[in-house]
């Protein structure tokens, strides 16, 4: 009677049945069996239940060196970030995972090159990452940069920044463009790679937009299926 009685009292509100299974599933760092078990809806709500707790101050602390044992022969992280540089979005740390959870590339104005997409099609097709998220941010000084280049129609921009351009023409603000320059690179992963592509069509990998709020902490995922 004791035995099912207090996991149903730890179960009754959903967010404490959550934390709870959250909690089991994460003090370990994942492993083959354990990644391939979980869908991409799953790493997804991982992720965001994460970024909740991160957000609420409740992020869970993890022991690394149990984790670093844990992964000392093999990796099998849930998920691959696509993320700026900047400083003031760690991904490990606005998800709140641990090691060995996710792939995290980071890049000025995330932005796809042949390099990035050789990496995404590494987590993907070789270590069966279930989730690819691209995630921008606001005051982001990539973006600004691209934005003042492209007004002031620079001779040479970097490359760089080229990449970011189609976004400024759609986006109103500079976080608008942020926001516009996530759904792009996530066309440009689609039309430059069969393998996720392929992935993506059937079922097995899931790519998501997101925008993180430096002022917040918050990551706000958007609908990408435009
Ligand atoms: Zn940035």
Known sequence: M???????LFCFASWACNADKDMAMLSDAPNKQMQQATPPDSVLALLKRGNARFVSKQSFEYDYFKQIHQ???EQSPYAVILECMDSRVAAEVVFNVGLGEIFNLR???NVVSEDI????????????AKLIVVMGHTHCGAIKAAYQSYEETLKNPHHLLKQIYPAIQTGRSLDEIAQENVF???KNILAQSTIIAEAIAENKVKIVAALYDVETGKVNFMNNSK
């Open 71 to 73: 992964t000392e022969q």
């Open 184 to 186: 792009l690179q996530i």
């Open 107 to 109: 890049v000025a104005g």
């Open 2 to 8: 004791k035995t099912y009685f207090i996991p149903l």
């Open 117 to 128: 997409l050789f990496s995404l099609e590494y987590a993907v097709e070789h270590v069966g």
